[in-house]
């Protein structure tokens, strides 16, 4: 588990707003069960969250202020040059997690299970969600509605917080013919709908819905009782996430409609580094003060015996 601060003593005998893990001015830890509550019928602030993959950036979302750190296995595509997110593993996965909860974020860490890490068994599963937990992750998200149940079922028993994940869910992309927009008829609509129930009815703490119309969303966010938090799936969710590489423009990847761009950070990145090289080239860099200089005496024996 991450070393990070955990909830004061007093945490379970707060109220309100504050045992819903609002944190507004606050530096308390987000935990699962906060998270769990905050719903926006009920008041609550939504719920921010955003991807990290390492220990420096893991910190910038921290002290920025998102509720929920979420290493997702899009470490693949953003992080690792890799196609898909299907070529990760559980062992990648555990590297990225461990990286970030160094940082020992406020913001509640969840870890995405990749792909075959928990399709084989339940018990196969849970001890890769035991890989992740041990690495430092406080939660774990899986792709997938009701089939996934007796799965979600077996982690949760391990006392282990499930995130669920619904609707375009990119580990299905060959199954999906593509990574399309789901639940767009109404056959669809209703299977989202009882998959959302289902995973909130057996105990997730919340459900991520992907990639799916801005209504579908809106009622399926009306019949669960956990929040649902949303990407590419319109504003009436109880969160937002977005990949954090997309938020800073450091995706390698045309970004698709519902990723804002709040940066240019590749453009930043390459603006300094070619500053930097054409510095070394011109010999501007080092300067004297960017140097050490060795003492008089040392400068004499230089001279006189080594020169
Ligand atoms: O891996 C990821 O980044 C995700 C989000 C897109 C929800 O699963």
């Not at 690495?135 to 282990?160: M, Y």
Request: proline content about 5%.
């Amino acid at each position: 588990m991450s070393e990070g601060p955990v909830a004061e003593p007093g945490a379970l005998t707060r109220t309100g707003a504050e045992s819903r893990g609002s944190n507004e001015g606050g530096r308390k830890k987000v935990t699962a069960p906060a998270v769990a509550s905050r719903k926006r019928s009920r008041g609550d602030d939504p719920i921010v969250m955003v991807t990290a993959y390492d220990t420096p950036f893991a910190r910038v979302v921290d002290e920025a202020g998102v509720d929920v750190i979420l290493v997702g296995d899009s470490v693949a595509d953003n992080v690792l040059g890799l196609e898909h997110t299907l070529e990760v593993g559980i062992e990648q996965m555990a590297h990225h997690v461990a990286a970030v909860a160094r940082a020992r974020p406020r913001a509640l860490v969840v870890a995405d299970l990749p792909w075959m890490s928990y399709h084989v068994d339940a018990a196969d599963a849970l001890r890769n969600a035991a890989v992740l937990v041990r690495a430092g992750a406080e939660a774990v998200k899986l792709e997938g509605g009701r089939r996934r149940i007796p799965v979600v079922q077996a982690i949760l028993d391990a006392e282990i917080p499930v995130m669920g994940h619904i609707g375009l869910t990119p580990q299905s992309v060959h199954a999906m013919g593509g990574l399309r927009v789901q639940a767009r008829d109404a056959a669809a609509a209703e299977a989202l709908w009882l998959d959302a129930k289902a995973l909130a009815a057996v105990g997730c703490f919340a459900v991520v819905l992907e990639g799916v119309p801005d209504a579908v969303a809106e009622v399926v966010t009306g019949a669960v009782d956990v929040p649902t938090v949303g990407i590419g799936a319109g504003r009436s969710c109880d969160g937002q996430v977005l990949v954090l590489h997309d938020v800073l423009g450091l995706s390698s990847r045309p970004s698709p409609r519902f990723a804002r761009r709040y940066a240019d950070l590749a453009g930043a990145a390459r603006a300094a580094v070619s500053s930097y090289a054409s510095d070394v080239r011109a010999g501007t860099f080092p300067s004297e003060s960017e140097s050490y200089h060795a003492s008089d005496e040392l400068r004499r024996f230089l001279d006189e015996r080594l020169r």
